[in-house]
C-alpha cells in the first residue's frame, strides 16, 4: 500500500503543471463608434455596504453557533437545519459570492501587488472560518459553505475509498492551492473562481463545461461523499491544517467511548480514526529508517519540485493574456489579418503596440519563473511531508474525529449509544 502511495505521489508531484491549467479567457472587441454614451460613474450607495456588514455577520452568526452545535448541544438535526439555511442564503440568494475559498486569491494578490486594495470585506471572509477553526475545528465546512451543504445533502449510498487512494488525492487540495497563489499572484486569472463546480447551479446559468462539471460533481457525491470537499478544495487545505491546532474540537461521544464502532461507520467521509493497535506500533518502531529516509528526502524534493515547476514557466505563463496573445504575435504576424481572432483584433484597436506587448510578456514570464519556483517547492515540500506522515502514529485508545478532516457535521452523534 505505501509503495502505491508513494508512486502516486511521485507522479503527481511531476506532472502537476499540466494538470493545472488555466482557460484563457475571452474578450469581445468594443465598438468605438456606437454613438452610446456611458453612464455618470456613482460610488456604491451605503447600501452595498450595509449589505457587507450584514454578511459578515451573518457568517459568523452561523460559525458561533455551528461550534455550539457542535460542541456543546451535540445536535446533528439543527446543524442540518443550519446547513440548509447557509445553502440558500449564501448559495442561492447571494448566488455563490460570499465565498471565503475564492478570498484566497485576492489576499494572495494583494500581496503580490501594491496597487491592489483588498477591502475589510474579503479579509473577513478569508480569516473568520480560519480563526474559528483554529478553536473549533471546520465548522464552515459544517454548515456555512454552500459548496459543502450541496454536496453534503446528496449523498444517499456513501461507499469508502480506500485509505491509500483517499490519502493520495488528499494531496490535491494543497497543490490546487499552491498554483490558484501562482495564477493569482501574477495577475493572470483566479482559477478557483473560474473553476467552481456549483456556481452556474447558484446562479441558474453558466457555460455548459461548467453545468456539466457541477452535475457530475453531485452525481459523484451521492456514493463518495463530499468529493470536492475532500479531494480538490483548496481552501480546506488550509482549514485541515488550522484545524488540526484547534483546542476545542466536536467530539464523538460525551463521555467513555466503548468501542461499538458504529460512529465510524456513520461517517461517511472517512474522518474517524480507530483506536491504534499495539502491534501497529510495534511494527512502525521497526520502521524508523524508513522514516528517517523520507525526512532526508524532504529537502531534496522542495529542489526537485522547485525546478520542475520553474522549468515549466513558459508553458504556464501562457495562460496569462498578454504572454498568450505575444507568442501568437511572434509565431504567426499574419493573424494580425484575421478579423475573426477577437483577442487579436482588439488588440489592434488599443494604443499598444507589438513591442510594448512583448516586452511585457517577458516580465510576466520573469514573474512566472521565480513564483512557479516557490510553487513547485511547496508541492515538493508537502509531497515529503505526506510520505513522511506515513510512518508516524498516534496512539488512541477510543474513536476520535480526525481533526484535519472532521467537516463537523454532527452525523456521528444520533450513532453513539452513550448518553450525557
Same mark, same amino acid.
Given at each position: 500500500?505505501?509503495?502505491?502511495?508513494?508512486?502516486?505521489?511521485?507522479?503527481?508531484?511531476?506532472?502537476?503543471?499540466?494538470?493545472?491549467?488555466?482557460?484563457?479567457?475571452?474578450?469581445?472587441?468594443?465598438?468605438?463608434?456606437?454613438?452610446?454614451?456611458?453612464?455618470?460613474?456613482?460610488?456604491?450607495?451605503?447600501?452595498?455596504?450595509? %449589505?457587507?456588514?450584514?454578511?459578515?455577520?451573518?457568517?459568523?452568526?452561523?460559525?458561533?453557533?455551528?461550534?455550539?452545535?457542535?460542541?456543546?448541544?451535540?445536535?446533528?438535526?439543527?446543524?442540518?437545519?443550519?446547513?440548509?439555511?447557509?445553502?440558500?442564503?449564501?448559495?442561492?440568494?447571494?448566488?455563490?459570492?460570499?465565498?471565503?475559498?475564492?478570498?484566497?486569491?485576492?489576499?494572495?494578490?494583494?500581496?503580490?501587488?501594491?496597487?491592489?486594495?483588498?477591502?475589510?470585506?474579503?479579509?473577513?471572509?478569508?480569516?473568520?472560518?480560519?480563526?474559528?477553526?483554529?478553536?473549533?475545528?471546520?465548522?464552515?465546512?459544517?454548515?456555512?459553505?454552500?459548496?459543502?451543504?450541496?454536496?453534503?445533502?446528496?449523498?444517499?449510498?456513501?461507499?469508502?475509498?480506500?485509505?491509500?487512494?483517499?490519502?493520495?488525492?488528499?494531496?490535491?487540495?494543497?497543490?490546487?492551492?499552491?498554483?490558484?497563489?501562482?495564477?493569482?499572484?501574477?495577475?493572470?486569472?483566479?482559477?478557483?473562481?473560474?473553476?467552481?463546480?456549483?456556481?452556474?447551479?447558484?446562479? %441558474?446559468?453558466?457555460?455548459?463545461?461548467?453545468?456539466?462539471?457541477?452535475?457530475?460533481?453531485?452525481?459523484?457525491? %451521492?456514493?463518495?461523499?463530499?468529493?470536492?470537499?475532500?479531494?480538490?478544495?483548496?481552501?480546506?487545505?488550509?482549514?485541515?491544517?488550522?484545524?488540526?491546532?484547534?483546542?476545542?474540537?466536536?467530539?464523538?461521544?460525551?463521555?467513555?467511548?466503548?468501542?461499538?464502532?458504529?460512529?465510524?461507520?456513520?461517517?461517511?467521509?472517512?474522518?474517524?480514526?480507530?483506536?491504534?493497535?499495539?502491534?501497529?506500533?510495534?511494527? %512502525?518502531?521497526?520502521?524508523?529508517?524508513?522514516?528517517?529516509?523520507?525526512?532526508?528526502?524532504?529537502?531534496?524534493?522542495?529542489?526537485?519540485?522547485?525546478?520542475?515547476?520553474?522549468?515549466?514557466?513558459?508553458?504556464?505563463?501562457?495562460?496569462?493574456?498578454?504572454?498568450?496573445?505575444?507568442?501568437?504575435?511572434?509565431?504567426?504576424?499574419?493573424?494580425?489579418?484575421?478579423?475573426?481572432?477577437?483577442?487579436?483584433?482588439?488588440?489592434?484597436?488599443?494604443?499598444?503596440?507589438?513591442?510594448?506587448?512583448?516586452?511585457?510578456?517577458?516580465?510576466?514570464?520573469?514573474?512566472?519563473?521565480?513564483?512557479?519556483?516557490?510553487?513547485?517547492?511547496?508541492?515538493?515540500?508537502?509531497?515529503?511531508?505526506?510520505?513522511?506522515?506515513?510512518?508516524?502514529?498516534?496512539?488512541?485508545?477510543?474513536?476520535?474525529?480526525?481533526?484535519?478532516?472532521?467537516?463537523?457535521?454532527?452525523?456521528?452523534?444520533?450513532?453513539?449509544?452513550?448518553?450525557?
Amino acid at each position: 500500500m505505501r509503495l502505491k502511495t508513494t508512486i502516486l505521489a511521485f507522479l503527481l508531484l511531476i506532472t502537476s503543471g499540466p494538470v493545472l491549467w488555466a482557460q484563457q479567457q475571452r474578450f469581445p472587441m468594443p465598438e468605438f463608434e456606437s454613438g452610446y454614451q456611458y453612464p455618470d460613474a456613482k460610488l456604491p450607495g451605503s447600501g452595498s455596504l450595509a %449589505m457587507e456588514y450584514f454578511d459578515v455577520g451573518i457568517l459568523v452568526l452561523l460559525l458561533a453557533v455551528t461550534s455550539w452545535l457542535a460542541i456543546k448541544k451535540r445536535s446533528r438535526k439543527w446543524i442540518l437545519l443550519l446547513m440548509t439555511g447557509a445553502l440558500l442564503y449564501f448559495g442561492f440568494w447571494r448566488q455563490g459570492c460570499i465565498c471565503p475559498i475564492g478570498a484566497v486569491q485576492n489576499v494572495a494578490l494583494g500581496f503580490s501587488d501594491p496597487t491592489y486594495a483588498v477591502s475589510w470585506f474579503i479579509i473577513a471572509l478569508f480569516l473568520l472560518p480560519l480563526l474559528f477553526s483554529l478553536a473549533f475545528g471546520r465548522v464552515f465546512c459544517g454548515t456555512a459553505c454552500p459548496l459543502g451543504a450541496i454536496q453534503d445533502i446528496v449523498v444517499v449510498r456513501p461507499v469508502r475509498v480506500p485509505v491509500w487512494v483517499r490519502k493520495s488525492l488528499g494531496m490535491f487540495p494543497f497543490v490546487y492551492l499552491a498554483l490558484a497563489v501562482l495564477f493569482a499572484t501574477t495577475g493572470t486569472d483566479f482559477i478557483i473562481c473560474r473553476y467552481d463546480p456549483f456556481i452556474g447551479i447558484f446562479r %441558474m446559468g453558466a457555460e455548459f463545461h461548467l453545468i456539466v462539471i457541477g452535475i457530475g460533481f453531485l452525481l459523484v457525491g %451521492m456514493f463518495v461523499a463530499r468529493p470536492y470537499c475532500r479531494f480538490f478544495c483548496p481552501y480546506g487545505a488550509l482549514l485541515k491544517t488550522t484545524s488540526i491546532f484547534s483546542k476545542n474540537h466536536l467530539s464523538i461521544t460525551p463521555s467513555q467511548c466503548i468501542d461499538c464502532k458504529l460512529c465510524k461507520d456513520s461517517c461517511p467521509f472517512d474522518a474517524i480514526d480507530h483506536p491504534t493497535d499495539p502491534k501497529v506500533i510495534g511494527k %512502525m518502531k521497526d520502521k524508523t529508517k524508513h522514516f528517517l529516509l523520507y525526512a532526508a528526502l524532504i529537502p531534496l524534493l522542495i529542489v526537485v519540485g522547485g525546478w520542475a515547476m520553474s522549468s515549466a514557466h513558459i508553458f504556464l505563463a501562457r495562460a496569462n493574456p498578454d504572454v498568450y496573445l505575444a507568442h501568437l504575435l511572434v509565431r504567426d504576424p499574419s493573424v494580425m489579418e484575421d478579423l475573426d481572432n477577437l483577442d487579436v483584433q482588439t488588440f489592434l484597436g488599443s494604443d499598444r503596440t507589438v513591442d510594448e506587448l512583448v516586452n511585457d510578456a517577458t516580465a510576466i514570464q520573469a514573474t512566472f519563473r521565480s513564483g512557479a519556483w516557490f510553487t513547485g517547492a511547496f508541492i515538493g515540500l508537502v509531497a515529503g511531508l505526506f510520505l513522511v506522515s506515513q510512518f508516524v502514529i498516534r496512539r488512541r485508545d477510543d474513536y476520535q474525529p480526525n481533526r484535519g478532516d472532521c467537516f463537523s457535521c454532527g452525523r456521528c452523534f444520533k450513532y453513539c449509544p452513550v448518553q450525557k
